[in-house]
Structure formats: structure tokens, C-alpha cells
């Protein structure tokens, strides 16, 4: 066990996933049985009639494929206090909370040890891969991590955000210590209770410590783009801190304080220096590796939806290596980055076959298959049967279907992926989209890669002007007649009116879906309407769900906003100054 070893042991960490992808369709085999032994007490096996059968053919006969919807009344339950063994064998005594940014609300999550087992040994198999190619020293990492409040639901059990149950687990802080990945910040600053204050001593630390920082990492890439859009704000306050040891006054939380106290001693040199660094700056540009000199890489997740803030990421990192973290969800993981060498935009994850049972539903009429509300309809058309894990074809895409230690049992997680290889014999994903994230009016079809696609094309219409997106959503606005799509834009600065419509225009022709444009020539689908927001906007957004409970480590914008998600269109719609619509068709 990892708690007994002094020194990682890359290795042997190595030689462990190669020997599970040998095999993975026996490993996978041994997992599902495992899972199924530990869980034949569970109330809702017992009721599909498995009579104790632990062979995948005989699971996927009795045991239907199910969404959260199914599992709801089954997880209200336990976290009511239900004692009874409900959905695992060993009572669940502590529930995760999905961030809630894509249907508006937060899930409820089974989660226990098992699942943080495999959440070390997902960070373990990277770690080993990726120190390989990007060796670290002994120093420390810049972690730009925080942990909500946990608290106790109506029958007793902890809750709290995914990250923030990783976080608070000693099997965490045991894993960053072996693998010389320890935070610069005291567990006071991450803990904290104030995200905006956590931030700022985060920075603090950092500088403090930034000769011995060879990495800076969070959760997604969003939270790092934040950090450094702060520092620019906050940089002089800093460095009068750092100057005179003395706390900035808006650290108001005393257990913060306390802690910060023991770190932060007078410095002018190291003040000079860094307010020299900011000064020579040339509009922020290599801002991370001028403040961290012996940094080796960025680390966090970088796809998916974090695609878009890799422009302004590579802008603070200059020269150095952006390298995309694992690949999961609240619900559990599924593969490693096993090649980190790999720009974000072509990662891939390498599924680990012992710590879960996986499906794959073919997609090989991509989303045809789902209704106007953007969830999947058995009814419109009968849907392929998922294939295992060693089945699935290179080139092909699938739904994801998991299988858990935790009680979740064909559960599909509603992401697309794209099988681009092999290794030894899992496969090798490349995340394509949510399934669920939909712009639909009629027969149109477009998915949030769609979105920002062509939102990546309108946005180098901006370059003219030196002006970036800083950050966008989308909705499907059905109050008029025809329904038409609606784009949210924020952007760093005045665009003129004409660039600002030819933007817009840009927008409706970069959805190249036969079902939009035939609906738009024909005049079924309205003008796309770009709306662009006040400078903040999506900073509010982010504070209403740090309202809700909600971890920044978690955030992520809400691409497409729908109706279930209300209270964060009135946000936007609040906030547009301008509003343009589509002369393109």
C-alpha cells in the first residue's frame, strides 16, 4: 500500500498498469466480479434477479442501462439515512455532489473508499508516465485547489463536492508527499472558507516558495486562467506583503491568517524582484515562468469544455508545457494520461480495465439518436448495443456506460469519446463531447464541440483588433417564432459595431449541421443572435455557484443554458449591453 512507502516508485507504478492492459478484457472480467460479490446484498441487484451471477453476459441481461433519473430515489434514500443495503453491499457514508454547471443543480454521488483507491491509482499511473518525460525535483507544486464545506445531509452522511472529499481524504496528502507534488499552500488556504481570500494567499504562497515550485496545476484550466487574471490585479499588493511581511487586509479569516503568519517574513529583495519581472512584462505574456523559473509544466484538465482557454493559458505560459490531467467524472474515473507528451487538443486517456466495469455505446450515427431535449429517446429509434471494453474500434465513437464500486451499475455518463488507439489492449480515448449539451430546435442537431468550433471561427475576427472572447455560453431561445439560437459573449475590450455583426454572421455559418442550415435557409430556425455581456459577467456566474455550495476545483462555464438552469440565464440576460442578429442567410 502506498501509506508504507517512503519513495514513489515510478516503475514499479509503470510496470503495474502494463501488466492490467495486457489483459484487459480477463482484468475487466475480475473487476465486474469483484464488484458484484462485494454489492450481492444490494437491494437493487437482488431485485433485477442476478442470483448471484458475476459474468458479464448474465449482468447485462438483468440489469437495465440507467441515467441518475433511475438511481434518484434509490440514492435519496441513503443519504435520508436508510441503513439498509440499498445500492452497495457496505453502507455509503459519504455522498459527492456533481458540480451542477450542465443541468443546474448538483447530483447526488455514492462515493467511498473504493472510489478514492481509484482515484489515487489514477493519480499514481499519471504521475509515472508523466515524470518520465517531465522529471521534478524535490520541490513543491503551485496547487491552485479548493475545498468546499462538507456537510452533513438529513440522515447523517458527510457531503460535499467530489474534489472536496479527495481533497479532505489522507490518502490524498500521503500521494502528493511520495510524489513530491506537496502544495505550497497550508491546509488553511485550501480549506478555507472564502474561495476569493483562498486565491490570494494560494498567489502568496506561491511567490514565497516560487524557487522551489516545479509545477502549477488545479482541477481545470479555467481555475488557473483565473488565478492569473487576479495576480494582474493583485500583483502589488503581493509584493508590499511580501516587502513588509505583513498580511494584506483583506484576509479577514483568522485561521488563514494565523497560518499565513508563519510563512510570510519581510522580504524587499524578493519584492523587488518580482515587482522588476511584472514591470518587464509585455501584456502578461510568460507570466508563469518569470514568476516560477524552475517550473516545469502546467498541469489540470485541458479539454473538453476547457479547450477555449488554452489561447490565454499559453499566453501566461510561454515556452512551457501544458499538460491535460486524467479523465473522469463526479461518478468515478476512467483513464489515465499515460502520454503526456501530447498537446491538450490531441490527449488521450488510456482506461485503467481493474477499477471499473465499462460499456461503450456505439455512436456511429453520432447523435441521431437523442430528442429535442437533448436526452437520449429509446422511443425515435432503436439504439445499438453497447460493446466491451476490448470490443470497441479505433475511429469509432461511443457513449460511455460505468460500472462502479460505489453502487452505480450501467450507469451512462452521458459523454461521447472517440477511440484513437490502443494500449496493449484498452483503449485509448479522446473526449468529444456531453451528449447532453444540445443546441435543438427542430431537426437541428449541434454539440458543445460545435459551439466552439464556431465560436473559435468568429473569434479570430477579434484578433484585428487585439480583442479575445474571454469566455461564452449559448441558448435556445424558444419565446420567439421560429426559435433561434442565442450566443453569450464576454469580451476583453470595445469591438466596433461592424466587426461585432460580422462575428455574428460568422457564428451562423460555422454551424455546418444539414439539419441547421437547411432549417435556416428555409427559414424554421430564426437569425442566430450574439448577445455580448458586461465585463465580469461570467464571474458572477461563477460566485452563484460558489453560492450554491459549489468547489471552484469543480466549475466549469455552462456551455449551453437551458431551462432547468434559470437562474443563470436571468444572469446573463442581465447583463447584455449589445445585442446583434445574423444577416448571414
Known sequence: MLEKMEEFDSERVVEEFEAITKDAEKVQREALKKILEQNESAEYLQNLGLNGRIDPEGFKACVPLVTHNELEPYIQRIVDGDPSPIL?????????????????????????????ESTMQIFRTSFAFRNREFPIGNGKALQLIYSSKQFKTKGGLAAGTATTNVFRNSKFKRTMKAMQSQSCSPDEVIFGPDFHQSLYCHLLCGLIFREEVQ?????????????FITFEQVWEE?????????????????????????????????????????????????????????????????????????????????????????????????????????????????????????????LRDNIENQDHNGMESSLLCEEPEPVGLTEVKIGEEYEIVLTNFAGLYRYRLGDAVKVVGFHNSTPELKFVCRRNLLLTINIDKNTEKDLQVAVEAAATLLEEEKLDVVDFSSHVDTS??????????????????????????????????????????????????????????????????????????????????????????????????????????
Not at 455509503?92 to 478514492?116: A, D, R
Request: net charge positive; hydrophobic share 40%.
Open 238 to 362: 503581493l509584493c508590499s506583503d511580501i516587502r513588509y511581511g505583513i498580511l494584506s487586509s483583506r484576509i479577514t479569516v483568522p485561521s488563514i491568517r494565523t497560518a499565513m503568519s508563519k510563512l510570510l517574513k519581510p522580504n524587499p529583495e524578493l519584492a523587488d524582484l518580482i515587482h522588476r519581472k511584472c514591470t518587464g512584462l509585455s501584456n502578461w505574456y510568460r507570466l508563469i515562468p518569470e514568476l516560477f523559473p524552475n517550473a516545469k509544466y502546467i498541469y489540470g484538465i485541458l479539454t473538453g469544455s476547457m479547450e477555449p482557454y488554452l489561447k490565454k493559458l499559453r499566453h501566461y505560459a510561454g515556452e512551457l508545457p501544458l499538460l491535460s490531467a486524467d479523465y473522469g467524472a463526479s461518478e468515478g474515473w476512467i483513464g489515465a494520461n499515460v502520454n503526456p507528451h501530447l498537446p491538450p487538443e490531441l490527449a488521450t486517456f488510456a482506461v485503467l480495465p481493474n477499477i471499473g466495469f465499462f460499456e461503450f455505446i456505439p
Open 215 to 227: 509545477f502549477i496545476t488545479s482541477t481545470f484550466a479555467h481555475s488557473i486562467i483565473h488565478a
Open 88 to 116: 452497495t453491499g457496505k453502507p455509503i457514508t459519504t455522498i459527492s455532489l456533481s458540480s451542477g454547471t450542465t443541468q443546474g443543480k448538483p447530483k447526488f454521488i455514492p462515493f467511498n473508499e473504493e472510489l478514492m
Open 480 to 585: 420567439t417564432d421560429p426559435g433561434h439560437y442565442v450566443i453569450f459573449w464576454e469580451i476583453n475590450g470595445v469591438a466596433s459595431e461592424e466587426v461585432l455583426q460580422e462575428c455574428c454572421n460568422c457564428l451562423d455559418r460555422s454551424f455546418i449541421d444539414a439539419g441547421y442550415v437547411s432549417s435556416r435557409k428555409v427559414k424554421t430556425i430564426g437569425a442566430l443572435e450574439l448577445r455580448v455581456l458586461r465585463r465580469g459577467t461570467f464571474h458572477k456566474i461563477l460566485d452563484h455557484y460558489l453560492g450554491l455550495g459549489a468547489a471552484v476545483s469543480q466549475f466549469k462555464t455552462p456551455r449551453c443554458v437551458g431551462p432547468t438552469n434559470n437562474l443563470v440565464l436571468q444572469i446573463l440576460c442581465a447583463n447584455v449591453v449589445k445585442s446583434y442578429f445574423s444577416t448571414a442567410f
